[in-house]
């Protein structure tokens, strides 16, 4: 049967036009609040998360306005499209509206259909944090897979979350001192003074963590994984 799907989001922040186009707009600047890499060559966009690598069109492109772009359709339908409206404000400030649109197929979508909804509420926050903290600094993106969910319910103590901060202390991290910027039933976003950590209960029952690093500091998370999931 399938699912079409239209999911729309909208921001504001006090950050620049400017700073909100090179975030929607360039590789560096996608990779440094989306999942993963991304290169943006001409009318192409090219993303990279491990054996997922998907390359989308360019379908719309007004500069300091509107940036849109498509993955072509599969053999079954299956497709996503993305578009980013961004208005500047008085008072400096920029608005952004994202839309998020599709087709999945199958009759057992439903499942895939929310974690993508859930998925695309903690992106859409991240690229409010980063606009609003970082930018026009890049991050460097660091993506984890753990090897299963056993301990999920277990990870706002793991990450020493209170309310809206979090505080823990992580062999081969480091100290994560910082504020929790989102959550919801399958995600957690927190961000510190020179990172943004995403942790995603992924699809496959796996934990996904999708960090962005804004500090050249080496960070080992798979001991980490290996305790907590194995």
Known sequence: MGHRFEDVAEI???????????????????????????EIDGDAVRMEMGDYRPES???????????????????????????????????????????????LPGDDWADEYEAMLQGNALFVATLREYVTHFAPRTGVPLTRWGGGLAA??????????????????????????GAVFHRNDQTFGIRTADALYRFIRGMNDKLMLGHVLFAPVEQDWDGWLGRHFA
């Open 12 to 38: 504001e922040t006090p950050a620049s036009v400017e700073d909100v186009w090179a975030a929607i707009t360039t590789g560096p600047g996608v990779q440094s609040w989306f999942l993963g890499r991304t």
């Open 57 to 103: 069109r360019v379908t719309a492109y007004e500069p300091g306005k509107r940036f849109a772009h498509r993955v072509p359709d599969a053999p079954d339908g299956r497709f996503m499209a993305y578009e980013y409206l961004v208005e500047g404000r008085d008072r400096a400030s920029t608005v952004v509206r994202v839309v998020t649109s599709g087709f």
């Open 152 to 177: 999920w319910d277990r990870l706002p103590d793991l990450l020493g979350i209170d309310g809206d901060t979090a505080h823990t202390e992580i062999d081969g991290v480091g100290v994560i001192d």
